[in-house]
């Protein structure tokens, strides 16, 4: 097992992007590889796998994951604007040969699916790492429940100094309950006699 700091990416609304035309799309992805893979190598981290809707990175430290993060924003905002979310975590990892495995991996990639078009969010551990580097701001978001995770994770916002960070409410764990949802409480038996409990209770 090694430690690193793992980064996932992806394009929010994929599939939406590829309804473009499509010279416009190839152009776009082609863009959006390309700004992966120069913002990973800048910053000394390993691209694992880049395909057309998102990455997998290591990193030796927060510091350098965070500085090719914000690179990447930066990069698929102009002249492009693709919607891309970032999810930072530090952990273990095995290889397997050419392939890595470890929970750390799991936690990483719904860090990542928790973020919101244009966020980068890490967790308590890169935060800790980095949170001296005057290059960074950084918002406390709280603790989120993510799926396959034993216990909650507390995420942070992080960007630029100039950066308008969002705040908790636009952000949904894997425990929040779906929009316009309703609860069925039980239905009390109103008739007379007392005698159509049956009837509720079926409804």
């Given at each position: 097992?090694?430690?690193?700091?793992i980064m996932f990416?992806?394009?929010?609304?994929?599939?939406?992007?590829?309804?473009?035309?499509?010279?416009?799309?190839?152009?776009?992805?082609?863009?959006?590889?390309?700004?992966?893979?120069?913002?990973?190598?800048?910053?000394?981290?390993?691209?694992?796998?880049?395909?057309?809707?998102?990455?997998?990175?290591?990193?030796?430290?927060?510091?350098?994951?965070?500085?090719?993060?914000?690179?990447?924003?930066?990069?698929?905002?102009?002249?492009?604007?693709?919607?891309?979310?970032?999810?930072?975590?530090?952990?273990?990892?095995?290889?397997?040969?050419?392939?890595?495995?470890?929970?750390?991996?799991?936690?990483?990639?719904?860090?990542?699916?928790?973020?919101?078009?244009?966020?980068?969010?890490?967790?308590?551990?890169?935060?800790?790492?980095?949170?001296?580097?005057?290059?960074?701001?950084?918002?406390?978001?709280?603790?989120?429940?993510?799926?396959?995770?034993?216990?909650?994770?507390?995420?942070?916002?992080?960007?630029?100094?100039?950066?308008?960070?969002?705040g908790r409410e636009?952000?949904?764990?894997?425990?929040?309950?779906?929009?316009?949802?309703?609860?069925?409480?039980?239905?009390?038996?109103?008739?007379?006699?007392?005698?159509?409990?049956?009837?509720?209770?079926?409804?």
């Amino acid at each position: 097992m090694q430690e690193y700091t793992i980064m996932f990416t992806d394009i929010v609304g994929y599939t939406r992007l590829i309804r473009q035309d499509e010279q416009i799309l190839g152009e776009i992805l082609q863009h959006h590889q390309k700004v992966h893979r120069d913002s990973v190598e800048a910053h000394s981290g390993k691209l694992v796998q880049c395909r057309a809707d998102g990455s997998l990175s290591l990193f030796d430290s927060g510091y350098q994951a965070i500085r090719a993060a914000m690179k990447i924003q930066d990069g698929c905002h102009d002249p492009y604007n693709i919607p891309v979310r970032i999810g930072i975590y530090k952990g273990e990892v095995r290889h397997l040969g050419e392939e890595i495995v470890g929970e750390s991996l799991n936690t990483a990639y719904r860090i990542r699916t928790t973020a919101i078009e244009g966020s980068i969010l890490i967790s308590e551990y890169v935060y800790e790492e980095v949170r001296g580097q005057v290059e960074f701001t950084f918002k406390r978001l709280g603790l989120f429940n993510l799926k396959h995770a034993p216990d909650p994770v507390l995420l942070y916002a992080t960007g630029s100094p100039d950066s308008i960070l969002p705040g908790r409410e636009v952000f949904k764990d894997d425990l929040s309950p779906p929009e316009n949802s309703i609860a069925v409480l039980p239905f009390r038996d109103l008739s007379p006699g007392r005698d159509q409990e049956y009837l509720g209770q079926g409804m």
